[in-house]
């Protein structure tokens, strides 16, 4: 019988059939950038096929793949930065807390505890210059892609010594040296920007003319999932085929709104394939696992081949921010999660393969301990920002006359007033 | 050049129609301000020619958009751009406002210069979180290490007989926000300064363009034709002297300011009609320095009244030419209602001529 699905290929029915067969050599290349008039149809074929034979499925299968040949996923220094990694994430976090607690910290404060597999699985891949945008539950999104745990501190403590000098705070992570492009309190914000990063690496490959396989990680939470602008970027990353990865960090809870009651088909992943690009879960408090198809989707953003969508299935520790009381969820819930705590896992898998033995691991955990006290201890003493910061980078040009031809600010030139016309 | 320029408007006799009119506010503002050229330009031609020239100059601009490449532009602004710069350069987007202004705002944090085209600035209310929330604040928030250098253009304010939802001018949202820079040309040479300008600027533009003046033909003088002309964002043109009543106006207004003065001069009141060109930086110097001049100041605007444009102008007065002040400054804006569809309606939702002469004659004293 007919149904609604067996009509969802009507570009490459019966009368298009033929140039499926056809190796794609023999076509004209289409460009890349769907504003091209040519070859229209022929790009789509390309996408459907790209998607079909995707090489990324869902994960399980990866992974079981390589556990039967007995080779292990990790080598030992791997294993040791994701540790240490993780551990940061979780220390730094916990000590967030108690310093809220204790008042040196304010404002909204989200935290990050049981979701590390999914920053350290992707953001230990990333290259500096890879981006990574986040949303407000950005600290170990930042720690992970290299900002140190001073600067992250001292910024949550509104002292100058912060990544962005006190002004950004909890919620707004920015560093241009590694790249980490925000931090954004609204949620799908992020992504068009994201989308933004990844399409000028592609520009930059294809217009500019440099070489730049750089790649975009966007984190975002379930709840985005619902929003209007995840979907407008899903199209658009797919249409114009960018290097950028969607992350879905799926804790089932958007602060009290749990993910089954607000949405219709509660399976993100599947929402990839219907925008033609690959969709994959993956359980989300196994870093290995989330690392073995972070690979795959990154390199397969390296190459060319466009966007992925993946759904990492995590849990929140704590609740939404440090003023939520956590009232909603299930305690049995939590529980279950807890056991499933990605670094105990990580531990597990590392001192039975023999990769690491318990004092490499106590030695790490004691190195995180005196790397998050001291980065207290530095945000503390630290000055908070002087009074002339308050009007300072409103905008990067703030004599607001632009730029000359000379390419330097045209107020600084002493013959400006004589300018290029009358005013 | 004052005798050269009532010679020129003896010469072509004031009849009152508007197309001599037209000729002698442009003889006018030619024989005043520039040395020769009698060349003219629509505003269509001089936004075409800006982005023409920044794309040519710097390969990081690009322009997306709603119907800007096959289509020419929704308005032919962009026409031809695709054609030169290829699919490359110049993006087809689909109806995403929200996601492509995002795109766009992604691309500027990254090290390009977008130039993205608002089919209405209507539209941009999907975007808006987009231009404010991440373009705004993007500098300030991280201290000074991410600026973007984005230009958000299109037309704004009301056009004819489209309805409520087309045609709000939104000048007075973005004015109000630190962190944007908003211009809103009047004449082509306006449009072509002002937008090379805002492509080379750093911090995210805001451009209000009027999609009625798209069509007009301006006076352009040779430099203003130049690949490297640029008018400095932050700095308002006295279109017309006068020393009885100022009269501050942006964009279409401008036009019915103009129209407005010559029909006070006919009553023997001399206006000056200050052309904002930027309202945020707004050139508050040029303003109070005007209103200490006339002592009198009558400001319009097409948007709604209340918490607009000609607000902060009067506020800004009060607060600093109080002294200089010998009339209750005069608002004129559009009516307090969405824009109605019957002609005639419209019409009287937005300003027109009369109202500005009205105005200024209160401000004289010289009416009931």
């Not at chain 1, 790490?364 to 006290?373: S, T």
């Not at chain 2, 207004?253 to 200050?274: D, R, T």
């Not at chain 2, 709604?304 to 010998?326: K, M, N, R, T």
């Not at chain 2, 307090?336 to 569809?341: H, I, L």
Request: with cysteine.
């Amino acid at each position: 019988m007919a149904t609604a699905f067996s009509a969802t290929l009507p570009l490459h029915g019966s009368s298009q059939e033929n140039r499926l067969l056809l190796p794609p050599t023999r076509l004209p290349p289409p460009s890349s950038f769907l504003g091209s008039t040519r070859s229209l149809p022929i790009r789509r074929l390309n996408h459907a096929h790209a998607a079909r034979r995707s090489p990324v499925v869902a994960v399980q299968e990866i992974v079981k793949e390589k556990k039967p040949t007995n080779s292990l996923l990790i080598t030992k220094e791997e294993g040791l930065v994701l540790y240490e990694d993780m551990i940061l994430g979780r220390s730094f976090e916990d000590m967030c807390a108690q310093m809220y607690y204790r008042g040196k910290m304010f404002g909204f404060v989200h935290l990050y505890n049981g979701q590390e597999a999914v920053s350290t699985g992707f953001i230990k891949l990333l290259t500096k210059s890879d981006s990574v945008v986040s949303t407000y539950r950005d600290h170990v999104h930042a720690l992970s892609k290299g900002v140190s745990a001073r600067a992250v501190m001292s910024e949550l403590f509104g002292k100058v010594t912060g990544c962005c000098r006190g002004q950004g705070g909890s919620m707004h992570m920015f560093s241009k040296e590694h790249n980490m492009l925000g931090g954004f309190a609204f949620i799908g914000e992020g992504i068009p920007v994201a989308t933004g990063a990844a399409f000028t690496s592609k520009y930059k490959r294809e217009v500019l003319k440099q070489d730049c396989d750089d790649v975009t990680v966007a984190f975002f939470g379930d709840g985005t999932c619902n929003n209007g602008q995840f979907y407008e970027c899903l199209n658009m990353a797919a249409l114009y085929k960018l290097p950028i990865i969607f992350v879905v960090e799926n804790n089932l809870w958007a602060i009290g709104m749990s993910h089954l009651r607000s949405t219709s088909d509660p399976e993100i992943w599947k929402k990839g394939p219907a925008f033609g690009m690959p969709g994959v879960h993956v359980d989300g408090m196994d870093v290995l696992k989330v690392r073995e198809v972070a690979k795959e989707a990154v390199s397969r953003a390296r190459r060319g081949e466009g966007p992925t969508l993946v759904e990492c299935e995590t849990y929140r520790f704590r609740g939404h921010s440090l003023a939520d009381p956590d009232e909603l969820r299930d305690a049995a819930e939590k529980a279950k999660y807890a056991a499933r705590d990605p670094i105990t896992a990580l531990k597990k898998y590392l001192i039975e393969n023999k990769l690491a033995n318990e004092g490499e691991l106590k030695t790490i955990e004691k190195k995180i301990d005196d790397l998050v006290e001291e980065a207290v201890e530095f945000a503390d003493a630290s000055p908070q920002p002087g009074r002339s910061q308050l009007l300072e980078n409103v905008f990067a040009d703030p004599k607001g006359f632009g730029i000359g031809p000379d390419g330097r600010y045209r107020c600084e030139d002493p013959k400006f007033t004589e300018g290029t016309a009358q005013v | 050049i004052r005798e050269k320029m009532w010679g020129i408007l003896r010469q072509r006799g004031i009849d009152g129609g508007g197309l001599s009119l037209r000729r002698t506010r442009s003889a006018l503002v030619s024989a005043r301000s520039y040395a020769a050229g009698s060349k003219e330009m629509t505003v269509r031609d001089a936004l075409n020619s800006a982005i023409d020239e920044e794309m040519s100059a710097d390969p990081k601009v690009f322009v997306m958009g709603e119907e800007v490449g096959q289509y020419q532009g929704a308005y032919k602004i962009t026409k031809g751009l695709l054609e030169k710069y290829g699919p490359e350069r110049v993006y087809d987007t689909p109806i995403t406002e929200a996601g492509f202004t995002g795109i766009g705002v992604g691309a500027a944090y990254a090290g390009l210069k977008p130039v993205v085209e608002f089919m209405t600035f209507n539209f941009s209310m999907q975007a808006i979180d987009h231009i404010i929330n991440s373009a705004a604040k993007s500098n300030y928030m991280s201290a000074g290490q991410i600026n973007v250098p984005i230009v958000f253009r299109g037309p704004n304010g009301a056009a004819a007989g489209v309805g409520a939802q087309h045609s709000q001018c939104y000048a007075a949202w973005y004015a109000s926000v630190p962190g944007l820079k908003v211009l809103a040309p009047y004449s082509a040479e306006d449009a072509r300064g002002l937008l090379k300008a805002a492509i080379r600027d750093p911090d995210p533009v805001v451009f209000l363009e009027n999609e009625l003046l798209y069509g007009e033909s301006f006076p352009i003088s040779e430099e203003a034709l130049d690949s490297s002309f640029c008018l400095p964002i932050g700095k308002a043109k006295i279109e017309r002297e006068g020393k009885d009543v100022t009269i501050v106006t942006f964009s279409k207004m401008v036009g019915f300011a103009l129209k407005a003065a010559e029909k006070l001069a006919e009553e023997g009141i001399s206006a000056e009609v200050i052309n904002l060109r930027s309202i945020r930086p707004l050139d508050r110097e040029t303003i109070n320095a005007s209103v200490r001049k006339t002592s009198r100041l009558v400001t319009v605007e097409e948007g709604f009244p209340q918490h607009g444009v000609c607000a902060e102008i009067c506020a800004s007065v009060v607060e600093e030419s109080f002294s200089y002040l010998d009339a209750p400054v005069e608002r004129i804006a559009g009516a307090d209602v969405p824009m109605p569809y019957a002609a005639n309606l419209e019409r009287l939702a937005l300003p027109q001529v009369e109202d500005i002469v009205r105005a200024a004659k209160r401000a004289c004293y010289r009416s009931k």
